[in-house]
């Protein structure tokens, strides 16, 4: 499928949303996305790599070389695709304004379902409109085995939102546009980008961490080699 998202999105079942800097794309974000796809029932995956992250206080690395990483990694997978939206745009990358654009290219009724990790979500109430995400998709949050969203962890009105909300089953994700809260077991793969990102400026291999296409880019770029 082409970068961007194709003005005509058939709804063909739900459709799951992964955004982040993915700085750099590694097998963690690969292994969330595809356990998504099985235990959501999702009929596609999009990647949204951000073009410039409000919430991040380190300035990411380039966008393009984010986008391309991100092409790389997901190549060959037919239920992986990359939207481009962010990276093109000059605006700040909130949330909610690509879930606005997503939305009103797949329509008013197809489920959309935002794909996020357990830590991302505890911190959900700082977001820009971060309430209006609830009119706009549903929420996935991948947890490792043996851990789950406890609802005391949460800041008050997103406990609120998580009690109201929250569902046990996939299939009600499938069954309306958006508004609920689903929790999904992913495999404990402890892979992070930021110890990617030292690993590789040290020198150290990174090899069988991320995918193979994905690392000869980085060090072909001397991407965080500082060289």
């Known amino acids: 499928m082409p970068d ?33 796809c099985h235990s959501l029932g999702l009929a596609e995956v999009r990647w949204v790599p951000a073009g410039q ?15 391309a990483m991100v092409r790389l990694g997901i190549a060959g997978n037919p239920s992986f695709s990359l939207d481009d939206g962010e990276v093109l745009s000059v605006a700040p990358s909130y949330s909610v304004l690509t879930l606005e654009r997503l939305r009103a290219q797949a329509g008013p009724q ?12 505890l911190g959900l109430s700082t977001w820009h409109r971060w309430r209006e995400l609830f009119q706009l998709v549903h929420l996935a949050i991948a947890t490792r ?10 800041e008050a009105s997103l406990a609120a939102e998580f009690r109201r909300r929250r569902c ?8 309306s546009p958006a508004g609920r809260i689903l929790s999904f ?32 880019y980085i060090l072909s770029h001397h991407i965080y080699s500082g060289s």
Do not use: C, N, W
């Open 110 to 121: 197809r489920p959309l379902v935002l794909l996020l990790g357990a830590d991302a979500f």
């Open 53 to 67: 992250p409000p919430h991040r206080s380190a300035d990411p690395t380039a966008a393009g070389h984010r986008l």
């Open 145 to 154: 085995p043996g851990f789950g969203l406890i609802g005391d962890q949460l």
């Open 168 to 175: 046990d089953t996939a299939d009600l994700l499938a069954a």
């Open 4 to 36: 961007g998202v194709a003005l005509d999105m058939p709804e063909t079942g739900p459709l799951g949303v992964f955004g982040g800097t993915f700085d750099p794309l590694h097998y963690g974000h690969l292994r969330l996305a595809e356990e998504a």
């Open 185 to 216: 077991h992913i495999a404990a793969l402890d892979i992070s980008a930021t110890a990617l990102r030292a690993t590789l400026k040290a020198g150290r291999s990174a090899r069988y961490l991320l995918p193979d296409p994905v690392l000869d």
